[in-house]
């Protein structure tokens, strides 16, 4: 679970492990250009499925990587004027203030149960995407 | 914007920010619709803004899951910095299918990762089994309970 013995595999691991990152990535990119929504819900399943993370681990790593993708989707959407910054901080704020609890919340719950979350998460957002 | 207006946007936002730190999402399922209702914006106009709080917020869950030592950090800047490769497959698939058919393939990929967790759920040794058998990170039995 240390940031030391994941670098340590990373470096014999890496030319396994590139390819399949990439096509998280590319699916996560993917969803998330074509519906705003949803890179996280590629991310964290593939994560689990193809690396064997635990839950804790692939949705913290997936929040990481959304950083990078949000950045990136941020920068190009302010090229073209669409983004309204006050009205992001705006929601930002309480978001950050609930990022804290969320987190705090996770760290006590089972494995079970953060993947019982994460599969309501799944169906509730499908049934968007359907309805 | 009345003063309801910024109750939804806070309660709304706050929400977003739970469910982004508790299943590493980034919110937007919950920012977008937000902004859409509470501040007027376009669906355009709310998918770029959330954006700027997805950063936001994602950035102060890194941070915190970082120091329960749960980031991969490797792992998740690789995802992070090849995610264009994702957009500019978003703009073929955008151009050879049709919206309705991209949204209903994006949700059957979901129930079929839902159904797959749940199997991993009810059945955790099986799950192992297989995660090892797929290839799977050799020290994944080491981070199980």
């Known amino acids: ?7 340590a595999s990373q470096g014999t691991l890496a030319r396994r492990r590139i390819p399949r990152l990439g096509v998280i990535a590319t699916a996560a990119g993917a969803f998330a250009g074509l519906f705003g929504v949803g890179g996280g819900t590629i991310i964290v399943p593939l994560l689990v499925f193809w690396f064997g993370y635990d839950q804790r681990g692939a949705t913290a790593t997936s929040l990481a990587a959304i950083v990078v993708i949000g950045a990136l989707g941020a920068v190009a959407q302010a090229l073209y004027g669409n983004v309204d910054v006050w009205h992001g901080v705006l929601v930002a704020l309480p978001g950050m203030a609930g990022v804290l609890a969320g987190t705090a919340i996770q760290q006590r719950l089972s494995e079970r149960a953060v993947a019982g979350a994460f599969i309501v998460l799944l169906l509730g957002s499908a049934a968007v995407l359907v309805f | 914007m009345q003063p309801l207006d910024w109750i939804g946007l806070l309660a709304l936002g706050f929400a977003g920010g739970v469910t982004g730190g508790l299943l590493g999402v980034g919110g937007a399922i919950l920012f977008v619709p937000a902004l859409v209702m509470f501040a007027d914006q376009s669906q355009l106009g709310a998918e770029a803004s959330s954006l700027l709080a997805i950063v936001l ?19 998740g800047l690789v995802i992070g910095l090849l995610s264009p490769l994702g957009v500019v497959a978003g703009v073929v698939l955008a151009n050879a299918l049709s919206e309705r058919t991209l949204e209903l393939s994006f949700a059957a990929v979901q129930l079929y990762f839902a159904a797959r967790l749940a199997r991993r759920v009810v059945f955790p040794s099986g799950a192992r089994t297989a995660s090892v058998q797929s290839g799977g990170d050799p020290r994944a039995p080491d981070r199980r309970p």
């Open chain 2, 57 to 75: 917020v994602s950035l102060v869950g890194t941070w915190r899951q970082w120091s329960y030592g749960n980031v991969r950090l490797g792992d």
């Open chain 1, 1 to 7: 679970m240390s940031g030391r013995s994941d670098a």
